[in-house]
C-alpha cells in the first residue's frame, strides 16, 4: 500500500510539472479564432436549384406512372407538354445569379429535358415507321385509355374493335408470310410456258 502512494505521488509531481512548463493555449489562440467565418456560414450549402431538381424528379416519376401505356398519343402529347414547359419555365430562371452549383443543377437539368424531348421524337417517328406492321397500336391504345380514366365501355363497340384488331393481325400476318416466302415457291406459281427475258433478248440463230 505505501507503494502505491509513492507513485501516485510522484506521477502528481510529474503531471504538475509538465502543465507548469506548458502555456494554457487559450491565452496564445487569437480573438478571431472564436469568431467563424460568416460570409461562408450564410452561404447556401447546396445549390439553389436542389428542390427544383428534386420537384423535377418527383413530378416525372407521378406523371410517367399514370402517363404509361406505349403507343398512346395521348401520353405522348402529356410527357411532350411536361417537358416543354418544364423547360420554358426554367429559362426564367436568373443563370448568372445563381452559384457554382446553382449553373451546374440549371445546366444539367436543362440538358435532361432536351434529351428527354428528343427521345419523344426518336419513339414518334419509330412509332410511324412501323404503323403499318401494328395497325393494331392506336385500338389498344384507346381502349386502354379510356379503362384508365375510368370512362364507361359500350361492350359492343369495344367487341367490335377487337375483331378489327384481329383481322388486321391476320392481313398483316399473311402479308408477312407472302414476302417471306422462298423465292422458288413464288416462282413455282408463274405460268411454266411464261417467256423469261433472257430467252426473249435472245437472238435467232442464222442457218
Known sequence: MPHLVLRFTLLAGALSSVLATEPNPATTRATTDYVPDVAALAAPASSELGELVERFSADRREIERFYAVPGSATDTKRLREFYQIWLARLQTVD?????????????????????????????????????????????????????????????????????????????????????????????????????????????????
Not at 445546366?107 to 406492321?133: C, F, V
Not at 367487341?159 to 391476320?170: D, H, I, P, R, V
Not at 416466302?181 to 417467256?195: C, G, M, Q, T, V
Open 95 to 207: 443563370f448568372e445569379k445563381l452559384a457554382v452549383e446553382g449553373r451546374i443543377d440549371a445546366t444539367l437539368l436543362r440538358t435532361r429535358l432536351k434529351h428527354e424531348l428528343r427521345l419523344l421524337d426518336r419513339d414518334a417517328a419509330r412509332t410511324k415507321e412501323m404503323a403499318p406492321l401494328v395497325p393494331f397500336t392506336d385500338p389498344i391504345a384507346q381502349l386502354q385509355d379510356t379503362r384508365r380514366l375510368l370512362k364507361p365501355v359500350e361492350p359492343r363497340n369495344a367487341a367490335a374493335a377487337l375483331a378489327e384488331m384481329k383481322m388486321s393481325l391476320e392481313k398483316v400476318r399473311a402479308a408477312l408470310d407472302q414476302g417471306l416466302r422462298p423465292s422458288s415457291a413464288r416462282d413455282a406459281k408463274e405460268p411454266a410456258n411464261a417467256a423469261s427475258p433472257k430467252s426473249e433478248l435472245t437472238p435467232p440463230r442464222k442457218k
